[in-house]
């Protein structure tokens, strides 16, 4: 089950961003395509900050509609919500300890933790991720004509290649 990351949903919902026509491409597929795909209420909250954030944005998305772009990807019944379990703790933990773990990789950290425990896979653009040793991830746009072509992913996850 594919769990996408912050800047994935962020580059999908901007559509001022260069990276917006793919990423929405991406999203798009993978909550209309059938399977379960998995989705973190912490990774929302996170897309809510970042969207509405005028520092950020010189016309930021209102708050009503980050959050009902954030209810429309957790509505499908094929959406699973990927929240911290009973493992999660000693695993967030470990990664921390393993990677001196500060500022933003601490976030990082708890999110690959919450993957790792939920046996997900991690969409993501950052490749920060590539440290955390026993995390399944992968760039949405690998394989893509244009797109993060170094970074192979398996074919049931290249929606765009007809021969697949």
Known sequence: MIVPDVN???YAHRAD???HSPYREWLDWLVNSGPAYGM???VLSSFVRIVTNRRIYSKPTENHEA???AA???APPQCVPVRPGPGHWE????LCKRHAARSKLVADAY???IVMEAGCDLATADRDFARFEGLRWHHPLA???GGAGDVVMEPRRRPWLTSD
């Open 8 to 10: 994935v949903l962020v």
């Open 17 to 19: 961003m260069t990276e």
């Open 40 to 42: 973190s209420e912490m």
């Open 67 to 69: 959050l009902a772009s």
């Open 72 to 74: 429309r990807l957790l």
């Open 91 to 94: 695993i967030f933990e470990d």
């Open 111 to 113: 999110l690959a933790a």
């Open 143 to 145: 394989g893509r004509p």
